[in-house]
T-cell receptor
Framework: QKEVEQDPGPLSVPEGAIVSLNCTYSNSAFQYFMWYRQYSRKGPELLMYTYSSGNKEDGRFTAQVDKSSKYISLFIRDSQPSDSATYLCAMRTNEKLTFGTGTRLTIIP | GAVVSQHPSRVICKSGTSVKIECRSLDFQATTMFWYRQFPKQSLMLMATSNEGSKATYEQGVEKDKFLINHASLTLSTLTVTSAHPEDSSFYIC????????????FGPGTRLTVT
């Protein structure tokens, strides 16, 4: 079993819709939870990170962590075509990041 | 701020040759840099952690003699793939940490290596 599971998609939604991206994990030692956005043939870009269970909001993005269920989510409101990318969740123990496989998202104009 | 560059962005080499990839932090000093490998439609896999002035720490299953890492300064780390083979073809990405806060890990744009 992988430490971090993420549905690779692809996921296509119409512009303006709310997008929900999710990851599950098995390692209770994970302390920090991140979401990265990666455009094709580019390096990942950090969107958000959270530490505790609950919600964290940044503009159109909301990260949600449920440690009891070992489940994290990223919500994108008012999705735009420029949001089309691969979204990777990542989780940290000490200095090491463990990534999900990424979900390929396409926002249809 | 916090820009990380990689050079080259794309390289094609023949089997058996070696290739060097550079990772630079352009506007900050990075005490720690990480090297990842990413296969198509797969996740980033950490290869090694590189600290300035010390030997790199390799992840299990990564051959240290094949993937040579040098972190000679606070702004430069290099990855040399020695005696490359077609199975080494992949997307190699580095990242750098600023201020010792690992959550603020900034990634380079990646290097596409193709071994023929």
């Amino acid at each position: 079993q992988k430490e971090v599971e993420q549905d690779p998609g692809p996921l296509s939604v119409p512009e303006g819709a709310i997008v929900s991206l999710n990851c599950t994990y098995s390692n209770s030692a994970f302390q920090y939870f991140m979401w990265y956005r990666q455009y094709s043939r580019k390096g990942p870009e950090l969107l958000m990170y959270t530490y505790s269970s609950g919600n964290k909001e940044d503009g159109r993005f909301t990260a949600q962590v449920d440690k009891s269920s070992k489940y994290i989510s990223l919500f994108i409101r008012d999705s735009q075509p420029s949001d089309s990318a691969t979204y990777l969740c990542a989780m940290r123990t000490n200095e090491k990041l463990t990534f999900g496989t990424g979900t390929r998202l396409t926002i249809i104009p | 701020g916090a820009v990380v560059s990689q050079h080259p962005s794309r390289v094609i080499c023949k089997s058996g040759t070696s290739v060097k990839i550079e990772c630079r932090s352009l506007d900050f000093q990075a005490t720690t840099m990480f090297w990842y490998r990413q296969f198509p439609k797969q996740s980033l896999m950490l290869m090694a952690t590189s600290n300035e002035g010390s030997k790199a720490t390799y992840e299990q299953g990564v051959e240290k003699d094949k993937f040579l890492i040098n972190h000679a300064s606070l702004t430069l780390s290099t990855l040399t793939v020695t005696s490359a083979h077609p199975e080494d073809s992949s997307f190699y990405i580095c990242s750098a940490v600023t201020g010792g806060f690992v959550n603020e890990q900034y990634f380079g744009p990646g290097t596409r290596l193709t071994v023929t």
